[in-house]
Protein backbone atom coordinates (compact mmCIF):
# COMPACT_ATOMS: atom_id res chain seq x y z
CA UNK A 1 0.00 0.00 0.00
CA UNK A 2 0.93 3.44 -0.83
CA UNK A 3 1.85 5.33 2.16
CA UNK A 4 0.36 8.29 1.13
CA UNK A 5 -2.72 5.72 0.93
CA UNK A 6 -2.49 4.64 4.57
CA UNK A 7 -1.90 7.93 5.84
CA UNK A 8 -5.26 8.59 4.70
CA UNK A 9 -6.52 5.93 6.13
CA UNK A 10 -5.37 6.08 9.46
CA UNK A 11 -6.80 9.52 9.40
CA UNK A 12 -10.18 8.30 8.19
CA UNK A 13 -10.18 5.78 10.97
CA UNK A 14 -8.94 8.39 13.74
CA UNK A 15 -12.01 10.66 12.68
CA UNK A 16 -14.50 8.16 13.41
CA UNK A 17 -12.91 6.52 15.83
CA UNK A 18 -13.12 10.60 17.74
CA UNK A 19 -16.80 10.48 15.92
CA UNK A 20 -18.08 7.06 17.88
CA UNK A 21 -17.15 8.34 21.32
CA UNK A 22 -18.32 11.78 21.22
CA UNK A 23 -21.62 10.58 19.47
CA UNK A 24 -21.67 8.65 22.45
CA UNK A 25 -21.21 10.94 24.80
CA UNK A 26 -23.19 13.27 23.40
CA UNK A 27 -26.54 11.05 23.10
CA UNK A 28 -26.02 10.38 26.46
CA UNK A 29 -25.84 13.46 28.44
CA UNK A 30 -24.98 16.51 25.58
CA UNK A 31 -28.41 16.28 23.41
CA UNK A 32 -30.78 17.42 26.79
CA UNK A 33 -27.90 20.57 26.85
CA UNK A 34 -28.26 21.57 23.23
CA UNK A 35 -32.02 20.95 23.25
CA UNK A 36 -34.32 21.74 26.03
CA UNK A 37 -36.52 19.42 25.17
CA UNK A 38 -36.67 15.60 26.36
CA UNK A 39 -35.25 12.99 23.98
CA UNK A 40 -36.46 9.61 24.17
CA UNK A 41 -34.12 5.97 23.68
CA UNK A 42 -35.11 5.62 20.42
CA UNK A 43 -34.55 9.44 19.07
CA UNK A 44 -30.91 9.01 21.58
CA UNK A 45 -30.19 6.38 19.30
CA UNK A 46 -31.31 8.16 15.32
CA UNK A 47 -29.29 11.20 16.08
CA UNK A 48 -26.07 8.53 16.69
CA UNK A 49 -24.83 8.13 13.19
CA UNK A 50 -25.58 11.83 12.08
CA UNK A 51 -23.40 12.98 15.95
CA UNK A 52 -21.15 10.68 15.02
CA UNK A 53 -20.71 12.31 11.47
CA UNK A 54 -20.74 15.62 12.23
CA UNK A 55 -18.97 15.78 15.57
CA UNK A 56 -16.54 18.73 15.01
CA UNK A 57 -19.97 20.26 15.07
CA UNK A 58 -21.91 18.30 17.76
CA UNK A 59 -18.25 19.35 19.72
CA UNK A 60 -18.45 23.20 18.74
CA UNK A 61 -22.58 23.45 19.66
CA UNK A 62 -22.26 20.80 22.95
CA UNK A 63 -19.48 23.18 24.35
CA UNK A 64 -21.20 26.42 23.08
CA UNK A 65 -24.20 25.46 25.19
CA UNK A 66 -22.33 24.69 27.95
CA UNK A 67 -21.50 28.14 28.33
Known sequence: MH???AILLNLLVLY????A?????FAAFGVTRVQS???SLGARLLILPGA???????LKRWIGAAR
Not at 16 to 19: N, P, S, T
Not at 21 to 25: C, E, P
Not at 52 to 58: D, E, I, K, N, Q
Open 3 to 5: PAV
Open 16 to 19: GAIG
Open 21 to 25: VTALA
Open 37 to 39: ARM
Open 52 to 58: AALWPYV
